[in-house]
Every structure is written in structure tokens, then in C-alpha cells.
């Protein structure tokens, strides 16, 4: 039985995942690093093969649940999407959403307590992060105590190098502040407890070189004051949005099928809604492996820097296992690891600057040499004559339905997280999300991502949050739209369509449609007619996109099951700062294949 499976995986992972989070990496050997590194690899990646039978089990019983919902519910293509991702909402028990989850919790706190306070933390971040720092000081000296030792756990350095003055040399009569200074303290160990908890998450979590939360908590103490600013906190709304969609999904089915029928239906849905919890919660520890094998790296890099061979631990990302291994055991070709790094370093900048790869092509022969020569690559593109084809409408983008919901607002375009600093209510749209991107998901009253499908971690997890969604929107989406248009986003149909000022509100005929309750979305009743579809007024109201420019969407990092045996992690450039896709020069929209199968995707 999979559960039993599961259960075993998790109690394997787990013994060793605290075992690892018990070592201080720092105070090791780079024999005893390598040996920990090789421990993980036998003892933990061998048996990953959960996750693939589980895999296994979530394309079995989506793939029957999708033909089902055809073939009993409804015809329609859409409307069946639609039907199948509500009918997956509100599962619960999805580890993923625990650590948005608490800082909602935190920021309920904070906004429902001293206004004194709330008022502190919204305004004086960086004697949070002092205080912060101080807490880690302080714990770090209890440890100290306890086993007898110095040890300087390297998660924490990152804070510790953000420190500036002790907080003490903040408060001028901290008596005289006694009950305030404790509110404060309440909320600085909360969000220490969270960081103790998650803080080996990041953006780009798959990508071993990045900051962790520990390294920069600012992205924490950001989330955290959204909420705040935007009421965003309340997970009880949240997970009734959740249930209202299910429940009302739940409903067709109960009053369409017939008893055989819906005992057939409900036995596929439970096994489905397994499947994919279980999918979600096993890629959370990958999550958490990466992390250790992240510290553990790091804590490899630091001991080259003790010895003059490098000259920043982060450097440690540019070489590869086998030539860590090779050094340690004395069978290295050259000794010159900072050499190599700078070779590295050298060959990425020329990477970055590069136009990006077709997201699917075929080659012949030695697949490297295509690399030198872009403009050849790109003739490869095997998407090249869908995205060719074209809608009728150049102001209509569509895509995958993943949460439904209709939203008209305004909308913030990220090429990275970065770009999303103040999120207030506005539609995100964005190129590709992984992990560290949900604690932005309760600020902003849509979600509309270029890549993606409706097992991707962003339709999972918003399906847990009832954030209305849609994934996989082709045609120039990050090309075409701008920070500051105006969209009305149906995403029980996955049609995004472009507004112009002088243009009204687009009315939709979806039925039953769960609306975003945002303040200023704007929501039409339901009709019997169809989208009403915004015609451009003009003939030079159509944006065409620059023939000059080339791009495409790059591969997902997220199928990575387990680090490459042999590579560390070498340093791959984030593609989200460089060109976005740019569609061929026609006015119409690229028209999505329909999914006969069902696609894990690679988020």
C-alpha cells in the first residue's frame, strides 16, 4: 500500500533530516564533510524511490479523475478542469502552506495587539533584526554552556553580519518600557521559532547557491508587514474559501451521479486527493534536503577559506563533486581551486549574457557544441509552430484553469521576487514560482504564471489557499503585459483578457464561479452568454512584439529529484532577470494544445 510506502519514507527521512540538523557542519573535517556528504547520498537519496511510485500513483488516478469528469459531468473541456481542480481544494495537511500559515499567525498578532507596538514593528525593521541577532547570540551562549563548547552554527551568520547596534541601545528607559520590551521580545522569539523551524528555505530553493531566510530574514519581516497592511492574516477566511469551492464542486457530483457512479467517482477522488498530498509533502523534503546539503557545502567552502583556497565559501558552488572529492582524497589534477573558480566564473558570465535555450528542442551529435551557436538552437524549437498559431484575439492570453475565481485589477509583472516588494492586492503575474514565492501568495487577489501545469507546486498550493490561478499562459505573456495594465483574469477558464482605460468590466458565464474577495476586485454576475471579449479600438491598440528579440522560457528546476552525484550544485544564472519570451510578430495568440495526457510538471 502507498501509505504504508509513505509512512516509511517519512520516518526514514526524518531520522536522518534531525541527525543533520544536530551536526555543526563548521567544527568537521573536510574528510568528515565529504563522509557526511557520501552518508546522505547511500543512506537517504538510495531510497528515494517513494516519491517515484507515488508519482506513479498521482499520474494513475488524475489521469482517470480527468476522464471521469468528462465523460459523467460535463463536456465541456473548461468546465471540466475547472471541476476537477475544485474538486482538489481544501485537503489540508499540506506541509508546503505551514510556513505561510505562520506568518499569518505572526502578523495576526502582531495587528490585534499593542498598537504602540504594531506600530514598532511596522516602521523599525532594522532593530527587529538587532534583536534578532541578539536572540541568536543569546541562545548560542546557552549552547555553549550546555555541551561545553564554542560551536558557531553557520545558519545564523547571515543575521549575525546584518546586526547593528545592540537593541539595548535602543530604548533609553527600558524599565520604564517593561511591558513593551516583552511585547517586543513575544514577537522577535516567534519569528526566531519560525526561522529556527524554516529558515533553510529561499527563493529558488533548488538552486544550492542562494541566500537562505537565515541569511537575509528581511523577505520574513516583508511577508510579515504585508499582512499586516493588506488584513491579509486571517486563515480561518482562508481555508472557508477553500472548503466553499469544494464543497460546491462536491455538489455536481452528488446530484448528477447516480449511486454506482458516484461510488466508482469518489474511490478515484480519494486516491487522487492521496496522491497529490502525499506528492506535495514528499517534494517538501527535498526541500529540506537541499537545505542540509546547502549548509553542508557552505561548511565545505569554509574550510577551503581557512586553508587560502578560496576566497569566499559561496565559491565552493562553482566546482564540481567529483573535483571536491578528488582533492580530499589526493587524486586532484590541479590544486588551483580558486583557478577554477575563476574559469567558472568567467564561462557563466558569458552564460548569462547569452540568449536562453528553446524551452523543448532536439539535437544530433555532441549536444554542447549547439550552445555556442544560440541562433541555431532557437531554429531547433519544437514549439516554434504552436506559437505561431494565433488567437483571434490579440488582447485574450489563456492557459491552464488551476483555482477558480474572477478578478478585474490592476497587475504587478515580477521577473523576480525582488520586483514584488510591496505587494498590495494586486494580480501577480510572473514567468515560473517555486517554494519560496507562497508567502506572497495572501497579498495579491490573483496569480497568472507563464509556466506550469495543474500538478505544478504553484496550482497546488494556491488550490490550498483558494487563490484564483492560472498556470501555463503562452503567447508573450511576460512580454506583453506591463506593471500597471489593467486585466480582467477569469480563472475557472483560464482566460486572462487585456483591458483598455476607456473599456468596462468583462462579464463572465461561468457558473458558480468563486469570486476573489478582494477589495477592489470587480465581479460581474453570472450570464448564459459568453466571455464578452474586449476588441482592441483601434488597429495600433494590438502589441506586437520586437522581431529582433529572442527568448523562451527555461526548463524548471523543480524535477531535480535528488543533487546530481556529480555536481555540487554547480551555479546556474536565474533566467528571470534576462529577456522574457517574445512571441513571433502575428496578432494572435498562441492557441494551447489540448492535454490529452496527463503531464507532471517539472515546478
Known sequence: ???????????????????????DFNSLSLQEQIAFIKHLFNDVLRNWYVPLYNDTYVMLFFGILKKLVSKYLTDDPNKAQSLQNDLLCGQGNVESTEPTKMLMRIAEHIDTGSPEVCKWFLTSQQEVLDMLAEQEEQDDKRKKKAEGTSVLKSPSDGLRQRKGKPFSDHI?????????????????????RFLKKYGFRCINELKLEENTLHDDPGFVLDAICGYIRTKSYSIQNMEAREMEIRRKAEEIVQGTLSLPKRLLFNWVLFYARRAVRHRENMRFSRTKLFGVFRTLFRAIGYNLVKMKLLDNRQDVFYLTLDELYAFVEGRSVTNDLRGLVELRKKEFDEYRKGLPPPERFMTTGACGIYFLFPQVLSDLDLLKELEAEASSDPNVLKGTPCCPGVVTRTIRVVHSI???????GEILITARTDPGWVPLYPLCSGLVIERGSLLSHSAVVARELGLPTIVGVSGGLMKRLKTGMKIHMDAGKGVVTILHEEEGVVQSDEVGTVHSDKEEA???????????????NKEEDVVQPDKEEVGTVQPDEEDVVQPDKEVVGT???????EEDIVQPNKEENVVQPDEEEVVLDEN
Open 571 to 577: 551555479v546556474q544564472p536565474n533566467k528571470e532577470e
Open 418 to 424: 525582488t520586483e514584488a516588494s510591496g505587494l498590495d
Open 1 to 23: 500500500c502507498i501509505d504504508r510506502l509513505v509512512d516509511r519514507f517519512f520516518i526514514m527521512f526524518n531520522k536522518h533530516y534531525e541527525d543533520a540538523l544536530n551536526t
Open 522 to 536: 470587480v465581479v460581474q454576475p453570472n450570464k448564459e452568454e459568453e466571455v464578452g471579449i474586449v476588441q482592441p
Open 172 to 192: 533609553e528607559h527600558k524599565h520604564s518600557l517593561d511591558h513593551l520590551y516583552q511585547d517586543k521580545i513575544s514577537i522577535v522569539q516567534a519569528i526566531q
